[in-house]
């Protein structure tokens, strides 16, 4: 099988200073790790291959968004490599990469482009995004007049028509309709049923056993479980619904 997406040892380390921004850039750009920094991310290792798709479970603050950040080349890595082969598609924030005072038609065109669809391909499959995303009459308004159900609904209707060979999705399938949430589920699964790898973070079990055959357990940016989905979660719900005891210690440890 062919490696698409490759971590080696990756940490992402943030200033505990708030006002030193152009300082943690710089270090960023250097690869240089603030002195006073803390660890979002800490030795993640993970390689994913065609028709892998993975869950990434934790409680909130556990490192997921940024790893899935990383993964899309939002973030730089502090230390450790990041490989990706293929085209990726990200739904990590609602709204994310569209402005406000665009109309939908304008963000739809200019946000494909930025996923790398060529303009004609991007006018051949206009009017189908637009169905897709249910907008209708408003796709020629602000987007800033548009619901957070509507803004990702296009958000999702863009990101398909690429054709990912990795599909980043960060909790945003808890927004919109049930029978949009169906259409999209059956969007993923088309993806995952032609060998594309797919990444997942949400607190909804079930949606993620609809999706993924691998999970990742993250807690303070550290690795504690990999393996099968249903090892995983079954760890990872048990460790929640403990109320005494020790937490179990991260993969690798001593």
Request: a neutral charge.
């Amino acid at each position: 099988m062919t490696g698409i997406v490759q971590l080696e040892n990756i940490s992402k380390i943030y200033s505990k200073r708030s006002r030193r921004f152009f300082h943690d850039v710089l270090a960023a750009l250097l690869r240089r790790a603030p002195k006073d920094g803390f660890y979002a991310l800490k030795n993640i290792s993970l390689h994913l291959n065609e028709g892998d798709s993975l869950a990434v479970v934790g409680p909130n603050g556990a490192g997921k968004s940024t790893l899935l950040s990383v993964i899309a080349g939002l973030l730089w890595p502090d230390e450790g490599t990041v490989t990706v082969n293929g085209r990726i598609a990200a739904l990590l924030e609602l709204g994310s990469g569209f402005h406000p005072d665009l109309t939908g038609a304008e963000n739809l065109r200019l946000n494909a482009a930025v996923l790398g669809l060529t303009r004609a391909r991007t006018e051949e499959r206009f009017q189908e995004i637009v169905d897709f995303s249910g907008i209708g009459e408003f796709i020629d308004e602000p987007i800033r007049k548009y619901s957070a159900g509507m803004t990702m609904r296009l958000a999702f209707a863009v990101a398909m028509s690429v054709d990912p060979d990795v599909m980043l999705i960060d909790e945003v399938l808890a927004v919109g309709d049930q029978a949009f949430q169906q259409r999209c589920m059956e969007k993923i699964l088309e993806l995952k049923k032609a060998g594309r790898v797919l990444i997942c973070t949400s607190h909804a079990s079930d949606t993620l056993r609809q999706v993924c055959n691998r999970g990742l357990w993250l807690d303070h940016g550290r690795i504690m479980r990999e393996g099968t989905l249903d090892e995983v979660l079954t760890a990872y719900e048990a460790a929640t619904k403990s109320v005494r005891g020790a937490a179990p210690a991260p993969m690798g440890s001593a």
